[in-house]
């Protein structure tokens, strides 16, 4: 993986300067500590940038990279799993390769079928692509969203990059964060794509291509997740599809370890990693170096699921013990990184994860994340299930009892738990064919956290996030089975927008660690999006079709485990012992008022609260984990803004 | 006893001194003031602040979901304890 980086110029009088491309590279050197290049076009009407993390074709890989003739020139961060495969076909068809590395297939690709290139690519990129002749630039984001890029227009100039921070260094002024984005954070977690916390500055959605000509900008959707409108999902038995579906991750995972380095896997003890490193085991011959976390508070710790699979399969296993300290100590860095608020603590011990790979010597790893949107996992849907179930028969005083079974803690014995259930889970059952019906119970639970906000962002805020949300769906949406609207709206606001950025890439790239997605090989999201919604959810036992597949594969007790969903401490990490100095100062009624976001003295309760240990609820976690990463985005990205990229040229994560 | 609950309600889950934004005899559940762990907040709050002890049974909303509930309850548990 790599950072990539460049600058257009939108009409005819700009020339780009080499030397301001350049001035981006040294935010983006985490993520390609190897090597970095420049291009600029001979007329200057287009630069791109890359900085290099080698694994394949070590020697000859270098980038930006051309095609026979030099007229069409890529910056491109990412793999293309299917490349040699590709490679043979444009061979073929009389293309010239002058190296061994992926990123050229992508210029003879793009020679060969245009703009549909992309159709043709299986894995994870953010590229930029410079048709000379043509004088057109690309900027295309894989289907799911695994890498991101970033751009924004300065005057008359497109500015992008694999983060934000490379941006700011050709900026005039400091960005603003977007009232708009904040109301979709407090919501569904994450800022809604194309959106990010800045105003102004925006991502290429997953899936989509933006296409520079002529000065003017446009934007297409070349994938997206797709279910069958009339019913129809595949046909066979059980076994027959679960064979399939084998199959299918076998290869997935197959050509996600080619690489001319090493590669490891993470092992966190779950049905999804298990299988993953079992699917690992049975398809290569080299040797398995596993990676794990584990947590000082039991309830949040899998150790012994990890040393089931350790023993089980005979893989070598490295793990580290994240404590509170270390989330509290690190968490700045996280935000610095993830370049957006966040409600949860959850990607800080994914750092530590990626720091450790590194620390071994490795800098691949694939990972579980994606199983359970495309296969149906998550208790969101088990929710959603019986959520429907009781909306159809409202009354029934029985059926809102099955959620006991997905929350413990609601587990009260006689009847008195009943009045409290119905009250909590019963919002928007009156319409249950609503398009965020799956979704409701936690955006209004996340939404709670709002009551925080200043009068004047409340002020800004004039549409509703989740109706925003729901008026921007696809045409096909009311037509899909409502389980498939649940995973719908699953993987695109949580795993596009949060998991796979601000706890994916991010987390890895920032110790210049490539993760890799089997689960997400766009063939098996298509394979999945055709399955009976049966297959995935079978009565309350989720993934079924996938333990199916994979039931030879894994011992019992990890087939038949009880999901745990994986969470770090929140607000326990910083006020079970005195917090680190920054916690008081960014949280200071002086600070709070200045930078805007806030009510400070309903912080102020807050953090009363949380000192004296009685804070519980889930909101109040998120609520003060989200006020503080604004705070530190505040600070790192616009209070620091003119000094550090004054003084140095680029941003810092420094809190000095 | 009213003016501790609601004090405790005010700045512990409305996050505010506005005496305003809580009526004695507001639902905390249609009002949205607690979520699905915040029942255990007032549970364990009322345990430690008057000495008595909420059983399973009793955790119902005709007990806890408002200051005037709570009260009434509180007042009928410290008078079986006496």
């Known amino acids: 993986m790599c950072g990539i980086n460049g600058i257009a110029a939108l009409s005819m009088q700009i020339k780009i300067s080499e030397q301001d491309v350049r001035s981006m590279l040294p935010s983006l050197h985490h993520r390609g500590p190897d090597d970095s290049g420049v291009y600029l076009d001979p007329c200057q009407r287009i630069g791109l940038g890359h900085t290099r993390l080698s694994i394949i074709d070590l020697a000859g890989g270098a980038q930006p990279m051309h095609n026979e003739d030099q007229t069409v020139w890529v910056t491109f961060n990412g793999e293309i799993f299917n490349y040699l495969e590709l490679r043979k076909t444009l061979l073929k068809a009389g293309h010239r390769f002058h190296s061994q590395s992926d990123t050229e297939v992508i210029v003879h690709a793009y020679e060969q079928y245009g703009d549909d290139f992309v159709q043709h690519l299986n894995g994870q990129f953010a590229i930029a692509l410079w048709d000379e002749g043509r004088r057109r630039l690309l900027l295309v984001r894989d289907r799911v969203g695994i890498l991101p890029l970033f751009y924004t227009r300065q005057g008359e100039r497109l500015l992008f990059a694999s983060e934000i921070k490379a941006l700011l260094p050709q900026l005039s002024e400091a960005p603003r964060i977007s009232p708009v984005a904040l109301d979709q954070i407090f919501t569904f977690w994450a800022p809604r794509s194309p959106n990010t916390m800045f105003e102004d500055i925006f991502e290429v959605s997953p899936g989509h291509m933006l296409v520079l000509e002529d000065g003017r900008l446009r934007e297409s959707t070349y994938w997206d997740w797709r279910f069958p409108e009339q019913g129809e999902y595949h046909q066979g038995s059980d076994t027959e599809l679960a064979e399939q579906l084998y199959d299918l991750l076998a290869d997935a995972t197959s050509i996600r370890l080619r690489a001319d380095v090493p590669v490891g896997a993470y092992l966190s003890g779950g049905l999804d990693s298990s299988a993953l490193v079992a699917l690992i085991r049975r398809h290569s011959d080299a040797p398995l170096k596993t990676f794990s976390i584990g947590f000082e508070e039991p309830s949040l710790d899998e150790s012994s699921f990890q040393q089931q699979m350790i023993d089980h399969l005979g893989v070598e296993n490295s793990r580290i013990t994240c404590s509170n300290r270390d989330i509290a100590e690190d968490f700045p860095a996280t935000i610095f990184h993830t370049e957006t608020a966040i409600l949860r603590t959850a990607p800080t011990p994914m750092r530590h994860l990626s720091a450790l790979v590194r620390a071994s010597g490795y800098k691949v790893v694939l990972t579980g994340e994606g199983a359970d949107e495309a296969l149906g996992g998550y208790d969101l849907f088990k929710e959603a299930k019986i959520r429907q179930f009781w909306g159809c028969q409202p009354q029934s005083e029985w059926r809102p009892l099955l959620l006991k079974t997905l929350y413990p803690y609601l587990e009260t014995s006689g009847s008195q738990a009943k009045a409290y259930l119905r009250k909590y889970y019963s919002i928007g059952l009156d319409n249950p064919d609503q398009p965020g019906f799956s979704h409701l119970t936690r955006w209004f639970t996340t939404a709670q956290c709002k009551v925080f906000f200043s009068q004047e962002l409340g002020a800004k805020l004039r549409e509703d996030a989740v109706d925003r949300l729901t008026g921007q769906l696809p045409p096909a949406f009311d037509n899909w089975h409502w389980f498939n609207r649940a995973q719908y709206l699953e993987a695109k606001t949580l795993m596009g927008d949060y998991l796979l950025c601000s706890q994916g890439d991010r987390m890895l790239m920032s110790n210049s660690v490539e993760g890799r997605f089997p689960f997400l090989d766009h063939r098996v999201i298509e394979f999945a999006n055709r399955l009976n919604p049966r297959l995935k959810m079978r009565a309350l036992n989720e993934k079924y079709l996938f333990k199916q597949a994979m039931k030879n594969q894994l011992p019992r007790q990890i087939l038949e485990r009880h999901k745990q969903p994986y969470r770090a401490p929140d607000i326990p990490a910083f006020f079970s012992a005195h917090p680190p100095a920054y916690v008081d100062d960014l949280l200071s009624e002086e600070k709070l008022n200045r930078y805007g976001y806030f009510d400070a003295k309903k912080v102020g309760f807050l953090l009363k609260k949380a000192r004296r240990g009685s804070s519980i609820a889930y909101k109040d976690n998120m609520a003060l984990i989200g006020v503080l990463s604004t705070q530190l985005c505040h600070y790192f990205f616009i209070e620091q803004f003119s000094r550090t990229i004054r003084e140095t040229g680029t941003p810092h994560c420094s809190l000095t | ?82």
Not at chain 2, 5 to 25: G, K, V
Not at chain 2, 62 to 82: C, E, G, M, T, Y
């Open chain 2, 1 to 82: 006893m009213k003016k501790i609950i609601r004090q405790y309600i005010l700045e512990n889950l409305l996050f505010t001194e506005d005496e305003q934004a809580l009526q004695d005899s507001d639902s905390f559940l249609d009002s949205g003031i607690i979520d699905s762990t915040g029942v255990m907040e007032v549970i364990l709050f009322i345990e430690e602040s008057f000495d008595i002890k909420v059983n399973d049974d009793e955790m119902l909303p005709a007990n806890l979901d408002s200051v005037n509930n709570l009260a009434v309850f509180i007042h009928r548990k410290q008078a079986v304890a006496a």
